[in-house]
Nanobody, 125 residues
Framework: QVQLVESGGGSVQAGGSVRLSCAVSGYTGISWRCMAWFRQAPGKDREWVARIYAGGSSTTYADSVKGRFTISQDNAKKELYLEMNSLKPEDTAIYYC?????????????????WGQGTQVTVSS
């Protein structure tokens, strides 16, 4: 099955930028898979951040990050990315990449069967 490993997290000042990566391994490629990023802050529920589908041609973002974050993927390398710009303290969370085997791509976390271990992003003011 699919395995996911996140990297690139760390500490950054408000207004700064961080690029997260997610390495994907398994029996299939990611060109036509539903790929997504979620995040979870301490004491809060897991929140959907962004999704990418249709070979990377379809992208959708949560209102809280729209205009600041960009999701992308490298099909040859089987890697998923999240470019985060203009970071705010409220962006502080553990960020997870995820995917599933369904032939659709929605933001419901329960539908995602494969998750990485997460990478911490801390934004200081």
């Amino acid at each position: 099955q699919v395995q996911l490993v996140e990297s690139g997290g760390g500490s950054v000042q408000a207004g700064g930028s961080v690029r997260l990566s997610c390495a994907v391994s398994g029996y299939t490629g990611i060109s036509w898979r539903c790929m997504a990023w979620f995040r979870q802050a301490p004491g809060k529920d897991r929140e959907w951040v962004a999704r990418i589908y249709a070979g990377g041609s379809s992208t959708t973002y949560a209102d809280s990050v729209k205009g600041r974050f960009t999701i992308s993927q490298d099909n040859a390398k089987k890697e998923l990315y999240l470019e985060m710009n203009s970071l705010k303290p409220e962006d502080t969370a553990i960020y997870y990449c995820a995917t599933h085997d369904y032939r659709w791509c929605r933001e419901k976390s329960i539908e995602f069967a494969y998750w990485g271990q997460g990478t911490q992003v801390t934004v200081s003011s």
